[in-house]
């Protein structure tokens, strides 16, 4: 179905309003949403947005699973509904990342630095707080 209307291209529109959805044209609409919706928080979102984006192939590792696939829109919605709080499928709990230990003695993990700082703390007769500057040009860079 391709019929111009004013210069413009039906086939390129979204018509939400028909009552056929092969003549619609969903598929234009906003397509664009979809990269993001890979990573929702919810498996089956980010499983219907793999399948369209992979253009809604029938088979394949892109295909739905017959129990999504097979299912209404409606039947989907009331399957995966938030109204008593839970969530289905269950969330897996996130383990928590330990916080790094300090490093015991040297502090830096380039050799060069720990010899440079060694060396200009080990100087007698410093009272003043280091001055790295006029130094730091002799330091090899890496």
Known sequence: MSVELQGVNVKD???PELDQPEYCNAQNSALWELHSLLRHY???VQKFAAHLLAGAPAEGSEALAH???RRSPSELFEAYSMKD???DPSIP???RRKKGKFL???LF???DVTKFVKFHLEKSGVQVPLDFAEDIKSFPAS
């Open 85 to 87: 709080m839970t969530f």
């Open 93 to 95: 709990s996130v383990a």
């Open 109 to 111: 993990l380039n050799e």
């Open 13 to 15: 529109i979204t018509l």
């Open 42 to 44: 919810h498996p089956v």
């Open 104 to 106: 015991q003695g040297d």
């Open 67 to 69: 129990d999504l696939g």
